[in-house]
């Protein structure tokens, strides 16, 4: 679905974005869609694709004066020299969340698709996107179509509010009869405390090498990427979605807690003193938190809610753990120079 | 559902307005209901302080607590909360005193960090991202009036002499190069009084310098608040001064092999003398700038000069021989000696002229230094042809008996020139895989652009200058670059200005610090970068520890050495909280230590 003028200003009027961040900029709706497609093969043979329902081909035309100064970025290889023809050559994109992550279909029509394929030329799909507009790190993600391959680039280090989407983001790419397909999942989980569940706005953009074009400004212009408008989730599917949150936190703590106690509790490698100390006190107030919440099948909103302070530590209990000894540390660094 | 106050807190913040509350809730607060109140927070984080945002990171406290080697700086942490308008606050550190002495006040440095506006990816990246503007936190000033910010207007003013110049202007509206060199902007050399706002906090960067005489032991002192002429409070500062001084950093890989730190673009006589500067005025600024890159660990600085593109050789042969004077009085290592040496036709006719050319750089080099091993380089980030042309021309470099680095990628400097190249400087992010073809032929290899410079946030060169690229087994670091400069010859059409992030192009200005006419203004990304290398001397530390304990033969020593060493390899590198890591790498030392006395 192209998105028109009327659907920019309801977008801009639903989120909390500034009006400015909207004008002339693409907007694109993601949908809530609890039986999302998942994979290329499903997402080609969806209904969505099938009738066009939610595309979005607003691509133009790389700069190519931008494209030729990319030469000098040490860190990423683009073939941004091979300029066939834009005919015959759409790109498009379709989006959809549900309470399980976000989900991304890009269709890059190829018309020599068996020549490239033959001759192991490769296309590249360079994707940006940050979850926020304002104070917020920013992804890239260079996905090579044929081989499959994807390169990550973490701009952020990683630390209690960011982690690198290497480990979560679930990518497939495979030719197909009309081109090359992309399927891209990004899990909640790695995103936990981003969640766009207010009718939020994403920047993002994905540009295309071979022949280059773009979705919204050039690459690390964030300033100039389109915009993606996530549908406000129903309360039900609100519960949902931050129920998952709740169970993926509590049993990363459990399995982080583990792993920390056997190491510091450890009568060789660890340390008695912090274990007795410091760790074991929290591990096992933030277990007798998580039991008394009950099973996690039977989680509620009133479960969520009783959750929401710990969500943090849970999640990133191995961060937890070294705040905790580094304070352990630092007062046995002074400790007898009271 | 997730408020909105409540996606502040996860996001690490959590807004002013609730500080007020947070403070009554803490009946025993140091600060009570007095005019300001200070949080300790974690000086080296990843986290963006900013004015109208308290991060959950901080801690309401009275102390702050410094654990540092001999000969060590160190930096601690905090911000200062006021809960009214306050027109003057003065900050006074004492001396420090303990069993084993006394540190005197000039050892304790206060600078505020300025937040202003930069590019929309200024925090993460050094791509160019001019069409947004953010407030980040990043200079580290004495004084703060240095940078005017307009928040209403999104706008930077500089004061130059006594007027603020607009630096954040569109490239459409650049007039002229701005001459960091002679134009008078000028820092305060102590910490000058603050104006504070209620509602907006301002952070406090405290760099701690442990003499290297300093006993081991704890020194104790404090840090006066005094507002509008009243003191309103007063922190503790605490030092436990460590009982070993930091080693210079050797490889993760061998203990015996130099750790190189190096950066691109830290010579200045190239562009002084285009710009017609003095030369007693560029060897002052020049000492300056040598100065501050070794007390951030920048200990094999590069020789700038080169005697390619010279009209008059004698000239160049004595500019460069005075340059490597300069870098050894500084204090440099100059062995090995890197050096910008060009080992490329430089449009030269023939062979001949190039080899009189290297004749007479190795010559220069070899005879200020003393030894042969030397690395020149060769073309930046060649391609192909450049690659193939540089190889042919390395033969008699190496037949001279001196050595190329050069900037490297993958799947062309190895595989078409691996034989000849000496000192591989590899671009991206650092893994063990790209280092491991160049040792396969006994090669360094460094990286650079694994982020270049130009992020702000000084998580990312603790890490990326340090255990990362370290425990990845790199042989150095040689990142691009100390500032943007202006350049030699282009500066005229370019029109750029050091202090401007909104010129639009690719790439932000690439800067740990802003070059004045009297040195350079610091940031907490430079502050990253020296804790990066303290971390490696750490680990340096570590291992020698476990080498000596491992040879004493004793079990207990040896196996306190080898479990440090198992938590040393174990350490994820890549995602461990650093600051933890310190503290833990601190309590291995000291562990073999006194496995060794006993």
């Not at chain 2, 091993?373 to 042309?389: L, M, N, P, Q």
């Not at chain 2, 491992?550 to 020593?557: L, P, Q, W, Y």
Request: include cysteine.
């Amino acid at each position: 679905m192209r998105i028109s003028t009327a659907m920019l200003l309801v977008a801009a009027a639903v989120g909390s974005v500034n009006a400015d961040e909207v004008q002339d900029r693409k907007v694109y709706e993601c949908r809530y869609m609890e039986n999302a497609p998942y994979g290329v093969t499903a997402w080609a043979e969806s209904e969505m694709v099938k009738t066009g329902t939610g595309k979005e081909s607003r691509f133009v035309p790389y700069n190519s004066e931008a494209a030729k100064g990319l030469i000098l970025d040490a860190t990423a290889l683009r073939d941004v020299s091979s300029a066939p023809e834009l005919k015959g050559r759409e790109t498009s994109f379709y989006m959809v969340y549900n309470s399980r992550g976000w989900y991304i279909y890009i269709d890059c029509r190829e018309p020599q698709i068996q020549t490239y394929v033959d001759e192991r030329k490769d296309i590249a799909l360079e994707i940006f996107f940050s979850p926020g507009l304002e104070r917020v790190s920013y992804y890239q993600m260079i996905v090579n179509q044929l081989a499959s391959r994807v390169s990550h680039y973490d701009w952020g280090m990683p630390h209690r509010h960011y982690r690198s989407l290497k480990e979560h983001v679930r990518i497939e790419s495979l030719p197909i009869t009309t081109g090359f397909a992309t399927f891209l999942f990004i899990p909640w989980e790695c995103l936990y405390d981003r969640l766009p569940l207010d009718g939020d706005h994403w920047r993002f953009s994905l540009m295309r090498w071979g022949p280059s074009m773009t979705w919204g400004g050039k690459v690390h212009d964030t300033g100039n990427f389109g915009l993606i408008h996530f549908q406000p989730p129903s309360p039900s599917q609100r519960v949902e979605i931050e129920k998952r949150i709740l169970r993926a936190a509590w049993f990363e703590f459990r399995a982080t807690a583990t792993a920390a106690a056997n190491f510091w509790s450890d009568e060789e490698l660890g340390d008695l003193d912090f274990y007795d100390g410091a760790l074991k006190p929290l591990i096992d107030q933030y277990t007798a938190l998580g039991e008394s919440l009950g099973e996690p099948d039977g989680w509620d909103a009133e479960t969520v809610k009783k959750g929401r302070p710990v969500l943090g530590d849970w999640m990133e209990f191995r961060y937890k753990v070294a705040e905790l000894r580094t304070e352990f540390l630092m007062n046995k660094r002074f400790a007898d120079s009271k | 559902m997730i408020t909105k106050s409540a996606s502040l807190r996860l996001l690490g913040v959590c807004v002013l307005s609730n500080i007020a509350s947070s403070l009554n809730a803490a009946p025993h607060a140091p600060w009570g209901q007095g005019p300001v109140a200070c949080y300790e927070v974690p000086a080296l984080s990843s986290v963006v302080r900013l004015p109208d945002a308290l991060p959950t990171d901080a801690r309401l406290s009275s102390r702050l607590r410094v654990v540092a080697a001999q000969g060590e700086f160190e930096p601690v942490s905090f911000l200062v909360v006021p809960q009214t308008d306050i027109g003057r606050l003065v900050l006074k550190a004492s001396p420090l005193s303990g069993t084993g002495g006394s540190i005197t006040a000039d050892h304790v440095d206060i600078k505020v960090v300025k937040c202003w506006y930069q590019g929309g990816t200024a925090w993460y990246s050094y791509f160019g991202d001019s069409n947004r503007r953010e407030l980040v936190p990043e200079l580290l000033l004495h004084d703060e009036t240095l940078v005017r910010v307009d928040r209403a207007k999104k706008e930077n003013y500089l004061r130059v002499g006594g007027e603020y110049t607009w630096v954040s202007y569109p490239r459409d509206q650049a007039t002229e190069a701005f001459n960091y060199l002679t134009e008078p902007v000028v820092d305060s050399t102590t910490l000058q009084p603050l104006s504070l706002k209620k509602g907006e906090n301002k952070q406090l960067w405290v760099t701690v310098k442990v003499p290297k005489t300093a006993d081991a032991g704890v020194y104790r002192g404090n840090i006066e608040l005094i507002a509008d002429g009243k003191n309103v409070g007063t922190l503790e500062l605490a030092v436990r001064v460590l009982p070993f001084e930091l080693p210079m950093p050797k490889t993760y890989y061998n203990l015996d092999l130099e750790y190189l730190v190096t950066l691109y673009g830290t010579g200045i006589y190239e562009i002084c003398d285009r710009l017609g500067i003095a030369p007693e005025v560029a060897d002052r600024q020049q000492r300056a700038i040598y100065k501050d890159l070794l007390e951030h660990n920048v200990f094999n600085c590069r020789a700038d000069l080169q005697l390619s593109h010279q009209p008059d050789r004698a000239q160049a042969i004595a500019a460069l021989r005075h340059e490597l004077r300069m870098m050894k009085e500084a204090g440099f290592v100059m062995k090995p000696l890197l050096s910008r040496g060009w080992a490329y036709p430089a449009g030269e006719k023939d062979l001949d002229e190039y080899k009189a050319r290297i004749d007479d750089l190795v010559e220069t080099l070899a005879s200020e230094v003393g030894h042969h091993d030397i690395y020149i380089t060769s073309w930046d980030e060649a391609g192909v042809d450049r690659v193939k042309i540089m190889r042919e021309r390395a033969e008699y470099t190496t037949a001279k008996g001196i050595k190329l680095w050069v900037t490297t990628h993958p799947g062309r400097h190895f595989d078409l020139a691996g034989y000849c190249i000496d000192y591989a400087n590899h671009g991206g992010w650092p893994k063990r895989e790209n280092v491991a073809t160049w040792h396969a032929l006994g090669a360094k290899v460094a990286s650079y652009a694994g982020p270049h410079t130009g992020p702000e946030n000084p998580d990312i060169f603790r890490r990326m200058e340090g255990l990362a690229r370290y425990k990845a087994y790199y042989d150095g670091s040689f990142n691009y670059i100390y500032y943007s400069g202006l350049h030699p010859t282009l500066y005229k059409q370019q029109k750029a200005n050091v202090w401007n992030d909104f010129m639009g192009g690719a790439f932000r200005p690439m800067n740990l610090v802003y070059p004045t006419s009297s040195g350079v203004i610091d940031t907490i990304a430079w502050e990253g970068f020296r804790e990066g290398i303290d971390d490696v001397r750490y680990a340096t530390k570590l291992k020698q520890e476990a080498a000596k304990a491992i040879s004493t033969g004793k079990v207990e020593a040896v196996y306190t050495a080898k479990k440090a060493l198992m938590w040393l390899e174990l350490l994820d590198e890549t995602t461990a909280d650093l600051n933890a890591a310190r503290m833990e790498m601190i309590e291995h030392i000291l562990k073999i230590q006194t496995a060794m006395e006993d």
